[in-house]
């Protein structure tokens, strides 16, 4: 009960590198991802990645405060996990797979505890909405972003 996970994937017409640092560039996501109202650095690693974010996503019955934890590995892996936050825990990540001729393919996906009390509010429909919105929208809302940036 209070879990929305799943995955979805989407090929996008942009070379590798293009859509890595269109998704490693977390405080820029609410340009692309409207749900997005707040995404502030908190911390950064030697190479300039940002590795704690502080994030604040609308979820239709309330705005949902995060501090997540960033992991990189260029360019085929971004990964994240709640340290604290509204949440009892939040994963995801983005698989990032260079197709040739400037193309790409790539895969999301997440899982969401809401816990118990969140659980309770937001159930039946509101699961499905958010699951749509939260992870099988996302590879279409990055292709769209990176698509139109580059043409």
């Not at 990645?49 to 994030?55: D, S």
């Not at 899982?111 to 099988?136: F, K, N, T, Y």
Request: proline share 4%.
């Amino acid at each position: 009960m209070g879990t929305i996970k799943g995955n979805a994937g989407a090929e996008i017409e942009a070379p590798v590198e293009a859509v890595y640092a269109a998704a490693a560039d977390v405080e820029g996501s609410p340009r692309w991802q409207p749900q997005i109202k707040v995404a502030d650095c908190i911390e950064r690693d030697s190479e300039g990645n940002q590795v704690l974010v502080h994030m604040e996503t609308d979820a239709k019955v309330r705005r949902l405060g995060s501090d997540l934890r960033f992991s990189y590995e260029e360019p085929n892996r971004i990964s994240w996990v709640q340290e604290t936050g509204d949440l009892k825990s939040v994963e995801g990540g983005w698989e990032i797979e260079d197709l040739g001729d400037g193309r790409t393919r790539v895969s999301y996906w997440a899982e969401v505890d809401l816990g118990r009390v969140l659980g309770m509010v937001i159930r039946g429909p509101i699961v499905s909405m958010l699951s749509g919105q939260l992870i099988d929208s996302m590879p279409g809302k990055l292709k769209r972003f990176v698509e139109g940036d580059s043409a």
